[in-house]
Nanobody, 121 residues
């Protein structure tokens, strides 16, 4: 089991920024991807962006152009930079890892507990 712990959420005014962090404890696992998901109240959990250990790319923008996912696989850490926050960005943000046990090929999906981001107007 990969354990994921998020931090950095909080209350911020519209137009402000936050940086979320996720630290993975991956003993016995190989992590293939690390990423962030967003789940707003009453809405489906959606992918923000993710990075892959197989790629040299460690900085990936979100589709809205205001968020950036970056990572440091050596430190088992992935970040979510939230810029120009808007009230509609209010949500719980979840860290995600897709990982495999050493010697196994079947990927296993892992989730953090989530960190709350609230944007006021």
């Amino acid at each position: 089991q990969v354990q994921l712990v998020e931090s950095g959420g909080g209350l911020v005014q519209s137009g402000g920024s936050l940086r979320l962090s996720c630290v993975a404890s991956r003993t016995g696992f190989i992590i293939d991807t690390l990423g962030w998901y967003q789940q707003a109240p009453g809405k489906q959990r959606e992918l923000v962006a993710q990075i892959s250990s197989a790629s040299s790319t460690d900085r990936v923008p979100s589709m809205n152009g205001r968020f950036i996912v970056s990572g440091d696989y050596a430190k088992n850490t992935v970040y979510l930079q939230l810029n120009d926050l808007k009230p509609e960005d209010t949500a719980t943000y979840y860290c995600n890892a897709v990982a495999r046990r050493y010697g196994r090929s079947q990927p296993i999906n892992h989730w953090g507990q989530g960190t709350q981001v609230t944007v006021s107007s």
